[in-house]
């Protein structure tokens, strides 16, 4: 139940709900600057702003109610445990980062897609956070097994993030699923594991931590 979260997945779930309740009420025009644009130089008008990496977020598509549903469903089911394992400060940081990573890289994209096709389309949703959630449990819980909702097979948390991981970038370079954001998945994924790297002190961010040397007992007679 959402009352039995811990505090910072709780406030996420409720934040993002009560966002998209008040996009149903306000309309998208409201909300537009919250969206993320691509930045196109010479363009009238400039829609990007800065902010929009993580104000993006915390938005979804009103009229897909399953984009909101299955978003929050996964940030309960990953996202717990790692703030469990992390703690409060750290699970906030990483969840931003995935967010603001994903974001990044589809700015990258639907920007070069607007200045060759001339496509301006706004992009929302938690997914790349999500995607960077699941990335870290894989990481972190690599053997804890995991049901898909469909089909309904159970398999290794680690197994779950390489499929998704691959699945997502066949769909990237085909554009056999247009509409969603696929580089922001990996965007998500990617962000996620450099920062974990990062923590852990591992390559590109430096070799492998040491373990600590026992200390040094002198006895003085």
């Known amino acids: 139940m959402p009352f039995n979260l811990p505090r910072v997945t709780k406030a996420l779930l409720i934040a993002n ?22 930045y196109v130089p010479d363009a009238p008008e400039q829609w990007f702003m800065p902010w929009q990496l993580l104000t993006y977020g915390f938005l979804h598509d009103p009229g897909n109610i399953a984009h909101i549903a299955f978003n929050m469903l996964a940030l309960v089911m990953f996202g717990a445990p790692l703030e469990y394992t992390w703690g409060p400060r750290r699970y906030l940081t990483y969840y931003l980062t995935a967010v603001a990573g994903a974001g990044l890289c589809q700015l990258l994209v639907t920007s070069w897609m607007a200045a060759s096709t001339g496509d301006v389309g706004s992009t929302v949703g938690a997914s790349g956070g999500v995607f960077g959630l699941l990335l870290a449990y894989g990481m972190l819980f690599p053997n ?78």
């Open 144 to 221: 804890q097994r995991v049901m898909l909702l469909i089909p309904p097979i159970p398999m290794r948390a680690r197994t779950l993030v390489i499929l998704y991981g691959l699945f997502e970038l066949m769909l990237g370079f085909t554009g056999l699923q247009p509409g969603v954001a696929h580089f922001a998945h990996l965007g998500g994924m990617l962000f996620g594991w450099l920062l974990i790297r990062y923590w852990r002190g591992q390559p590109p961010f430096g070799g492998p931590r040491s373990k600590p040397r026992p200390p040094h007992i002198r006895i003085v007679r």
């Open 17 to 38: 709900l009560v966002a998209y309740l008040l996009q149903w009420v306000v309309g998208e025009q409201a909300y537009a600057f919250l969206e993320l644009w691509p």
